[in-house]
């Protein structure tokens, strides 16, 4: 498969980068810092600001170019700030909410082509049909919406899109190495089963 690893510098995706390299796979690995993505496990690295819509239209196109398709991106930028102030909102749409919808929008006519697929990682902070009390739950549901939404899509085509909810990332939450082999197996599952699916690590 070829998989591009979005915030491959994470701990989340330098796991699944080394998993899905090491199983054969094709790993384009996506980030903003040359020096750390140089560390990644992966057959390709590509610098990027996702958030800037160019950018992430250019490393679409160069993924597609290079390798012909894309058969998965696991969209792995994160970050986190409490409160619920502009300040907090301001910080992280860019990050949670403004990349995805630019991956969506620079990958998606790959996915659709290979009967692909795109998954995220949520919060449990998110409370579904409910409001959102912080900054950081509302851009969690945005971007939730964004690929429910992209699933109805690329269900015509066989693809599928899905969210994977935890509380937290590391040794009081989900580890890392268990959310990269829940991603992987994902990759694996019927798309029928993925698509639209909010699935708790």
């Known amino acids: 498969m070829i998989v591009v690893v979005t915030g491959a510098t994470g701990d989340a995706g330098r796991e699944v980068s080394a998993l899905l390299h090491a199983r054969g796979d094709t790993v384009v690995a996506v980030g903003t810092d040359a020096a750390r993505l140089a560390s990644v496990e992966a057959n ?6 996702l958030a800037d819509v160019g950018d992430a239209m250019a490393a679409a196109h160069e993924v597609a170019d290079g390798y012909g398709r894309v058969d998965a991106v696991l969209h792995l930028v994160g970050g986190w700030r409490g409160g619920d102030t502009a300040e ?3 910080w992280l749409r860019p990050r ?13 006519p790959a996915l659709t082509a290979s009967g692909g697929r795109l998954a995220i990682v949520s919060s449990t902070a998110v409370k579904p049909d409910a ?18 939404e992209l699933g109805d899509r690329l269900a015509d085509a066989g693809g599928a899109a899905t969210v994977f909810v935890i509380r937290s ?18 990759l694996d599952s019927p798309s ?10």
């Not at 390709?44 to 600001?49: E, G, S, Y």
């Not at 009390?133 to 690929?147: F, G, I, N, P």
């Not at 990332?169 to 994902?186: F, H, Q, S």
């Open 88 to 90: 907090a909102d301001a």
């Open 96 to 108: 949670l909410v403004d990349s995805l919808a630019n991956v969506i929008e620079a990958f998606e």
């Open 131 to 148: 409001e959102q009390t912080s900054s950081y739950a509302r851009a969690k549901a945005d971007a939730e919406e964004l690929v429910a």
């Open 192 to 201: 029928a089963e993925a698509n639209g699916a909010r699935l708790a690590v």
């Open 44 to 49: 390709d690295r590509r610098i990027a600001d």
């Open 169 to 186: 990332l590391g040794e009081e939450g989900t580890p890392a190495a268990v959310l990269a082999e829940r991603l992987v197996d994902w």
